[in-house]
């Protein structure tokens, strides 16, 4: 074992590249949640994203036009969803299993030619002298877009949640339908859109994996990072800053492991590798004896009685 | 304009019509995807449905209909009980793999002793490892109160990293040289879960499978747990006032369809795979899922539901190595199977009509 190897400064700034895919799926999730929809499938629209941007980028060269084609790509995966929860007023639990399900398989059908490829690179921001600051810049300034969009993403969340009327919609929509409804809200057509966001930052998650985590395409491999996000919106108790707060526990405990693996520390790699499975058990063990923050229309189908 | 009214019951005939229409339409868009991928959509369809069962090599597939079905049947009757009643345990592919751990580590630790007694003590082995990991989730749930979807799924991929020990460790085959995976069960008389008459493809998970359905037909229709579980599901208020105890209902529900779920993989590593390997789970646990709902939670459903999702990964076998299907295709194509029974859904419990409503 050989701890010395281990370079803080270097771990932590991994530590913040591995939280970002939980993150964007997580804030994703988030708002989906606060409109009182649960989708189950982030999972599903994280590995459809994750192949749309691998593909794209591979095929065109450019990482931007990938992230982009990988949040269409989770976006319209999530149509799905919202065309079987909102149109079909089908079960929640069981569309989202189902679109888990699908794509898994549609992502392995569509990637299978690109197996073992390595995509182009996607390059930090040029952020000039300020990555050169010792300790602080290669930790905060010397990340690429995808980390910041992040950070930005989860602070607009907040702002809009709060500040705003379209947050204040979305939230009434969430806690109570039948008022929202009466109140003259679209409630389906709110949910709707929450859940196309959702879909968004999911596949912006998944191509993170695959174009600068891995950087590879392989067959399921998010590999449970879409069902990490749901608990963490439940450790976060539906707060935009503590899914930031979460997400970075998170990756930070996938990383470390990884590290400790390439140290060589005398646990098997098998065991360190179920580490952030078991730490998501017992994180939601310890914090969902309060249930009272979540959304009061969380999971209920929504049909008006005319 | 199109407006759905809710009906009073849900429709009989509807509930029974729609996974029929759910297949049509999955082949129909099943076929469509085939010759997006350049095939020919009828020669597929054909391929996957009719060549398993009246084909030339129909005697040789048969069999295979029972050996992939049992498991999902078996699997998918656990997981009915707990749907039934609201209890969403997603896990069972991480059970089915620690029961077929157990079982399959109960065996070798007798080896090479030849004993009736080795291959009933699998099966408790077996079953009790599927039984209590699903019972982590069931105990949390009651406990903590924590999500039981979320626990027993992050339990899957603990489960997956334990396989992956086991065949790398503990049950690393000594006389193996050095790769990875159990001695073989098959070549192990006494843990060997062989065919029971053979050439049929009737082992013993298909009698577990069998029986498994008859006792969860007559607790769901004759018994008080089965009516309970039942009232739980449709009207959760009601049951607690009915004086159902939910948390009790909840650890019977993890622990029977993890119990299920366990002999399902002790059964499979003990007969039509052999070994532990690293690879050996090939997600019965999360095709169960589709087969439970398009079985409507019934167990006779459940039985038809998992000859035909059998019927899929044989047929899609056969379409892979003659029409050069990707596996993935198939994949695709059970997904698609509960897309259209979900959205097909909507009208068991509604009405569609048609013309303009007054403004809702």
């Not at chain 1, 993150?23 to 590995?47: S, T």
Request: hydrophobic residues 55%.
């Amino acid at each position: 074992m050989d701890l010395s190897a281990i370079n803080p400064i270097l771990l932590i700034a991994a530590m913040i590249a591995a939280s970002t895919p939980i993150l964007l799926a997580a804030i994703g999730e988030l708002v989906v949640e606060r409109a009182g929809v649960l989708n189950l499938g982030v999972e599903g629209m994280m590995i459809t994203g994750a192949v749309c941007g691998f593909i794209i980028t591979v095929n065109t060269g450019s990482p931007t036009v990938g992230f982009i084609a990988a949040a269409v790509g989770g976006a319209v995966l999530s149509l799905l969803f919202a065309f079987l929860t909102q149109v079909a007023l089908a079960n929640q639990v069981a569309s989202g299993l189902a679109l888990t399900l699908f794509g898994l398989g549609l992502s392995a059908l569509m990637g299978q030619s690109y197996v073992g490829i390595k995509p182009p690179r996607t390059e930090a921001t040029p952020l000039g002298p300020l990555a050169d600051i010792p300790v602080i810049g290669p930790i905060v300034f010397g990340h690429d877009m995808i980390v910041y969009l992040g950070l930005a993403i989860v602070a607009a969340t907040w702002a809009t949640l709060k500040f705003t009327r379209v947050g204040l919609v979305l939230r009434a929509v969430g806690e109570n339908h039948d008022a929202a409804h009466a109140l003259g809200y679209k409630v389906k057509r709110i949910r709707t859109a929450a859940i196309f966001f959702g879909g968004a930052c999911a596949g912006l998650g998944g191509a993170y994996i695959s174009l600068i985590r891995v950087p590879q395409w392989t067959e399921g491999m998010t590999a449970g990072v879409g069902w990490i996000a749901l608990a963490l919106v439940v450790f976060a108790s539906w707060k935009p800053w503590r899914v930031l707060l979460g997400a970075y526990l998170f990756g930070g405990i996938t990383q470390l492991q990884l590290n400790l693996q390439g140290a060589g520390v005398a646990i098997p790699v098998e065991y360190l590798a179920m580490s952030p499975y078991i730490v998501t058990i017992i994180v939601l063990v310890i914090l969902s004896s309060d249930k009272s923050r979540a959304p009061g229309s969380l999971g209920r189908t929504f049909h008006a009685s005319g | 304009m199109i407006r759905l009214e809710k009906r009073p019951q849900p429709s009989a005939t509807m509930s029974w019509a729609t996974p029929l229409l759910a297949v049509v339409a999955t082949m129909i868009f099943g076929g469509a995807l085939f010759a997006a991928l350049g095939k020919d959509p009828i020669e597929a369809i054909l391929t996957i449905f009719w060549e398993p069962l009246f084909g030339e090599f129909s005697f040789f597939y048969r069999p295979q209909l029972l050996i992939k079905g049992a498991p999902l049947v078996l699997i998918a009757i656990g997981l009915a009980l707990g749907f039934k009643a609201g209890i969403w345990n997603i896990g069972a592919e991480g059970q089915y793999i620690v029961g077929a751990i157990c079982g399959a580590g109960a065996g070798l630790a007798f080896y090479p002793t030849e004993s009736i007694f080795i291959f009933p003590l699998m099966i408790l082995a077996g079953a009790l490892g599927g039984c209590l990991w699903a019972l982590i989730p069931g105990f949390l749930k009651v406990r903590f109160g924590t999500n039981e979807i979320l626990v027993s799924l992050m339990l899957v991929y603990v489960a997956e990293q334990l396989l992956a020990s086991m065949s790398l460790g503990l049950l690393k085959n000594p006389e193996g040289f050095g790769f990875p995976g159990s001695r073989n069960l098959q070549q192990y008389p006494s843990a060997h879960n062989a065919e029971i008459i053979t050439n049929t493809g009737m082992h013993w998970g298909v009698v577990a499978a069998l029986i498994a359905v008859i006792f969860s037909y007559v607790l769901l229709t004759r018994h008080r747990l089965g009516f309970a579980i039942r009232v739980t599901g449709e009207a959760p208020r009601a049951a607690k006032f009915g004086g159902v105890n939910p948390a009790r209902l909840i650890l019977f529900c993890l622990g029977m369809s993890g119990l299920l779920a366990g002999l399902a993989g002790m059964f499979e590593v003990a007969g039509p795979s052999g070994q532990i390997s690293i690879d050996f789970n090939v997600g019965y646990g999360f095709t169960a899922i589709i087969v439970a709902f398009l079985g409507r939670l019934n167990p006779l459903g459940i039985v038809a539901a998992g000859l035909l999702m059998a019927l899929t990964y044989i047929g899609g076998d056969i379409a892979q190595s003659q029409l050069g299907l990707p596996a993935a295709a198939i994949q695709v194509f059970q997904g698609m199977l509960l897309f259209f029974l979900l959205a097909l859904d909507v009208l068991t419990n509604y009405r569609v009509r048609f013309g303009t409503g007054e403004v809702a």
